[in-house]
């Protein structure tokens, strides 16, 4: 590899920071793990090239504190920084830092996360770009209690119900709410407002029209240095709880081949509208007549990445440093050529029987899943004391087949074979999911849950 730099500083934890060290490894690469003192003890660790400490367990004080990040970088001699997802992989002044101190930031440039970010200036661009989006209306930033409400109301005579209020910067269903009547606006535009404010430290909303039962389809799209760009196909991630995504699959199950093709188009389009580089995705809600609206671009590589992967044999952690690089896209797209079925489950430490509270423990392993067409992303180890300080994430499981039914049938029993002691998992709901005769027959949506499976 002809690459910029020759060190890679990892700042992030867990299954993802394992992915990187992994790749770094084939490439030839350095690879330097940054953690807090509550990962000391990660067996992973071991594997990169050195490893720093960055702080206390308090994300804010390590993994999201850019200057013990840039210190770590020049201490490595580092000349990039992968950013995995979640964490500061989405922050345009973490970028602005990494270009300040000539460090090469494996993602996009900083005017192009920026935009993204901005999911109303987002939107914006897609809509120009000739991508449908929904009716919606940015409220007054300015604006704060009563005047929240009154911008909101005003918006909404517009728009219609039922409609979604959304956060600008926000992301993971944090400061979202369905709004069914107008009666039901000011308690959750307010309610909205603050869990923005307290996700993304920013207020700002949008009302967008919500859709009914829609699904949940996002698109894989690489971009070269050149502006180039290619798609790696579609995921369906409606199986979702409270707006947090549990199963991810591809190919879409029951997507009409037009349909298809179009979604893929669009996020060509709109990666090109925002002059887009290096792995973005690109998502879609997909409504029951198969209309489609953009929502908006992650501007990182997604936590469901993996089921892309499988199906493509692409190494998308790969491809992300060969872009940062310099290098161009290592394939056309005609060389994307889709096998099989894929389907991912991601396994969180959380108690479904007390509401989904994160699960803190010492895990004791009894058995991991494994074989044909099994893939199991994870940090886990025996003995590994589980603590609040992080996302409920333990684990990401694949399996592929050479159709859907295949591939859900190896889930179930991989899943049956994903054994644990010493925390509570969504193992169990995760297999009441797959059994669902809906399910089965790829009749899902973003709200199949809460009908089917609620509490």
Known sequence: MNSQFDTVLIANRGEIAVRV???????GLRSVAAYSQADADMPYLELADESICIGPADAAKSYLNIAAI???AELAGAGAIHPGYGFLSENPHFVEVCEEHELTFIGPPRRVMALCGDKAAAREAAAEAGVPVLPGALLDPGAIGAAHVASAAEAAKSIGFPLLVKSVYGGGGRGMRWIASPDELAEKVSAAAEEAQAASGNPSLYLERAVEAPRHIEVQVLAGPD???IHLGERDCSIQRRHQKLIEESPAPNLDPDLRDRLHQAALATAQAVEYRNAGTVEFLVSEDDAFYFIEMNARIQ??????????GTNLIKEQIRLASGEPLSMIQQDVTPRGHAIECRLNAEDPTRGFLPSCGRVEIEELPGGNGVRLDTALYNGMEVRPHYDSLIGKLMTWGQDRDEARMRMITALERFKLAGIATTRDVLLDILRLPEYRRGEIDTGLLERLLPG
Do not use: N
């Not at 060290?21 to 490439?27: D, F, G, H, N, P």
């Not at 936590?303 to 493509?312: C, Y």
């Open 21 to 27: 060290i992994e790749a770094c490894r084939e490439m």
């Open 70 to 72: 840039i210190s770590a």
């Open 303 to 312: 936590v469901e990445h993996s089921v892309s992967e499988v199906v493509t």
């Open 227 to 229: 502006g180039g760009a």
